[in-house]
């Protein structure tokens, strides 16, 4: 006998608050400030070909800081899922905790800490020692950047596709911990549910995306998770 199992099509947006709990601060919480700059002064282009050096070294710090850290249970969640569901993460995060967790379908939309960008040439390469002499060099003498996408930039072109294509054919759509401020990933909720996804949003606060939720669960990325894992389990086929 044919039988069929059909996995549900599951896509989590991430943003910084799925990693709180890992101890990596938020731009926009308390502890979001370095030196007293705001994100916004130190992540954009004008402010590395000004300041290079001031770019590079609150990138060495979040760089300190994201490599003493763990993912925790809400990333480990998402990476137990893949076996159950067809399952994409498409995350805002640079952090790379996902991946750390196991996650192997993931769409980093604003790049990666860990990856260089040559502002010459464009060659882009992986170095977790490059704050040992900043700023950086590319082989070819060229100034290397952070491999992220700045205030007022694009993003990658595949990632972007990818994650309209994610929307657009989802049955369940999840926003966890983004506080729905930075476009275009802001958009993804709506265009999910225009085409008739379920759309789940777990955050300690109400946010733009809340508003739109067929369900809110008010809570912690990790404690919120936990919560979705068990109901979710409830709707798979026995
Ligand atoms: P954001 O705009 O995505 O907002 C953070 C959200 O997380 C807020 O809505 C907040 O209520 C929520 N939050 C806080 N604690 C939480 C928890 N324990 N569980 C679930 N949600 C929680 O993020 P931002 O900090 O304003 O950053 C803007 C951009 O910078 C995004 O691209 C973001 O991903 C990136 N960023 C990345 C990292 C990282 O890689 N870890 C850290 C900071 C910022
Ligand atoms: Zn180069």
Redesign the pocket.
């Known amino acids: 006998m044919l039988e069929f199992y059909y996995k549900m099509r599951i896509t989590v947006l991430?943003?910084?608050?799925?990693?709180?709990?890992s101890g990596?601060?938020?731009?926009?919480?308390e502890d979001?400030l370095w030196e007293g700059f705001k994100?916004e002064e130190l992540?954009t282009p004008e402010a590395f070909e000004r300041d290079p050096i001031k770019v590079w070294e609150w990138y060495c710090w979040?760089r300190e800081v994201?490599g003493k850290v763990k993912p925790n249970e809400?990333h480990k969640i998402l990476a137990n899922w893949q076996g159950k569901y067809d399952l994409w993460i498409i995350?805002?995060?640079?952090?790379g905790?996902h991946q750390k967790a196991g996650s192997k379908k993931v769409v980093e939309?604003?790049g990666n800490?860990w990856r260089l960008r040559c502002s010459k040439c464009g060659r882009v390469w992986e170095d977790r020692e490059a704050c040992r002499k900043i700023p950086p060099r590319c082989s070819c003498g060229g100034l290397a950047r952070p491999d992220v996408?700045w205030f007022g930039e694009a993003l990658p072109e595949w990632a972007l596709r990818k994650s309209y294509e994610l929307a657009g054919a989802s049955d369940i759509f999840i926003a966890?911990?983004?506080?729905?401020?930075?476009q275009p990933?802001a958009n993804l909720p709506s265009i999910a549910k225009s085409f008739g996804a379920k759309i789940y949003v777990?955050?300690?606060?109400p946010?733009i995306h809340s508003e739109i939720a067929d369900i809110f669960i008010q809570?912690?990325?990790?404690t919120?998770l936990r919560r979705l894992d068990e109901a979710l389990q409830d709707k798979r086929p026995s």
């Open positions: 991430t943003g910084a608050g799925i990693s709180a709990e990596i601060p938020t731009f926009r919480g979001g994100a992540a979040r994201i809400a995350t805002q995060n640079v952090d905790l939309l604003h800490i996408v966890v911990g983004t506080s729905g401020i930075v990933a777990i955050n300690p606060e946010t809570d912690k990325a990790s919120g």
